[in-house]
């Protein structure tokens, strides 16, 4: 007796039917795969923005449910989480001078050398193997090593290092992929939210430490010379040896790298004041470095100090926002805009310009040569004006080495001026700008036009700044005017692009 269940009879011929129409389906999608796969395999090799992309969902805040573990988050975030081993050779000579025993026993066997290692930490970030870490974790090393969860050790060459905001990039080579990072969009964060601090503190081995957001944006703390600071504050614990470690949300996506702590002075510890670079400008510089092989900043060519109330009172302003010029640099983009001692910027384009500090980390983050709108109040009247933004040179000196990506043209590698290529191809201190063509193959098609130590300050009559921007002006199948200088002298070329 059946009851109240059905059951349902299919004829042979029904299934067989049903059969066919899966095979079929089954042959689609693997000719689709096959089709996927052979326009990836053209399109040839992602560039680092493409390998390393930042998500940015929102983190969702409305739970309010207690949470019994994090687990599930670190257990992705913690194998990306690397120890940094660095070597670095130091001239002790002379330090050693001025001691007694030394001197009493003859300079002769003085040791002029000496090795000193390092410890740092460090986040994968891509699965073939850029990792982001600390410029002061691997500045002038000699040798650096990265210790992998599960023992595995790799040698790691220093992709780029940038000073100015402590970020520098490594590569590691691996026959199998690698865990990696998924980087959030910082500028998403909030004071409140739930942080995890991982690296190698002290040397103990890998370790979590839990805290929250204490502040961002925080600025003018002057621990970085002439650097950029934007870092996000926190409370998670970060001691010696967490430096170039990962800073992750309570989804386990990067959000920082972990940089410094502020102590009292009277003990080198945590004292739950801690800063991390945000992953947003971390990125930015990683992509500068492996595509260009240096960080170009945008150039005002202004003194600029804060408003407070005072001021604020006598100038007839709203509130402390924004940037007083306190000088003009003569010549400078900003004397060619027509800014003035007194002007306030308080806006680019419609970013409201928050402190002295906010302006100078704006316009850094702009390329050389782009035009930026600026609202300026002058007077007790605001006005717009536009500035194309020069090139910033900075006190520090961007240090690149390992294997670039700065092919200008086919069998043409090209970086940006810098005073240590002025040096090396004896190019004359009227160059202020453009690109230094540093490698010609003999199988160029260009070889008779573009030599090594031609400089390329102009491309279509736009100056150019970095490889990626000047490749924008190159269009295969045209002839294209170059402004370079060569030898002491100026002159037009025109090149026809292949």
């Not at 059905?6 to 089954?26: D, P």
């Not at 002061?136 to 780029?160: F, I, M, P, Y």
């Not at 408003?307 to 983009?333: F, W």
């Not at 294997?403 to 009227?430: C, N, T, V, W």
Request: glycine content about 10%; some cysteine.
């Amino acid at each position: 007796m059946l009851g109240n269940h059905w059951h349902s009879y299919v004829s042979k011929s029904e299934v067989m039917e049903i059969r066919s129409k899966n095979m079929k389906s089954i042959r689609l999608a693997a000719i689709t795969a096959i089709a996927v796969s052979l326009v990836l395999t053209l399109c040839g090799e992602d560039s680092i923005a493409d390998k390393v992309k930042i998500n940015r969902e929102p983190l969702n805040r409305s739970s309010t449910s207690a949470v019994a573990s994090y687990w599930d988050s670190l257990s992705k975030a913690r194998p990306t989480v690397v120890n940094i081993s660095s070597t670095r050779v130091m001239d002790t000579s002379s330090q050693l001078q001025n001691d007694p025993f030394w001197r009493f026993f003859g300079q002769g066997q003085m040791p002029r050398q000496r090795e000193v290692q390092g410890q740092g930490s460090g986040v994968i970030v891509s699965k073939d193997g850029y990792i982001l870490t600390n410029n002061h974790v691997v500045e002038d090393a000699s040798e650096v090593t990265v210790s992998l969860q599960g023992g595995r050790v790799l040698e790691a060459k220093v992709v780029g290092t940038d000073p100015q905001t402590d970020v520098a990039v490594l590569k590691v080579e691996s026959k199998e992929e690698l865990p990696f990072a998924v980087l959030a969009d910082s500028d998403q964060i909030e004071v409140g939210d739930v942080v995890f601090a991982i690296g190698n503190p002290l040397g103990v081995g890998q370790t979590v430490t839990m805290g929250i957001v204490s502040a961002k944006g925080r600025d003018g703390l002057g621990m970085i010379e002439d650097g950029f600071e934007n870092f996000i504050q926190t409370d998670a614990s970060i001691n010696q040896g967490n430096s170039g470690g990962a800073l992750v949300d309570a989804r386990g996506r990067l959000i920082g790298i972990n940089t410094l702590i502020l102590t009292d002075g009277r003990s080198s510890g945590n004292i739950g004041i801690g800063f991390a670079i945000p992953t947003v400008l971390a990125h930015n510089v990683m992509v500068s470095l492996v595509e260009e092989g240096a960080v170009s900043r945008g150039f005002l060519g202004v003194g600029i100090q804060p408003l407070d109330s005072d001021l604020v009172e006598a100038m007839g302003l709203s509130d402390t926002k924004g940037s007083l010029v306190n000088y003009v640099i003569p010549g400078s983009p900003a004397d060619e805009a027509g800014l003035e001692v007194g002007d306030v910027v308080v806006k680019i384009f419609e970013d409201e310009v928050q402190s002295a500090s906010d302006l100078r980390l704006k316009i850094a983050a702009k390329s050389p040569g782009s035009s930026v709108e600026l609202t300026v109040y002058r007077d007790e009247k605001y006005f717009k004006t536009d500035v194309v933004l020069g090139e910033r040179k900075p006190q520090g000196q961007v240090s690149v080495s390992g294997p670039q990506k700065r092919e200008l043209l086919e069998g043409i590698e090209a970086a940006p001026l810098s005073d240590e290529l002025k040096q090396k191809y004896q190019i004359g201190d009227e160059v202020e700008s453009g690109l230094v063509v540093t490698s010609v193959s003999p199988q160029s098609p260009y070889t008779r036009q573009l030599v090594v130590g031609m400089v390329i300050e102009k491309i279509k009559g736009e100056s150019v700044y970095t490889v990626r921007d000047a490749k924008k002006l190159l269009e295969p199948g045209t002839k294209v005017a170059f402004f370079v200088y060569i030898e002491g002298f100026y002159r037009y070329m025109a090149i026809e692009i292949e």
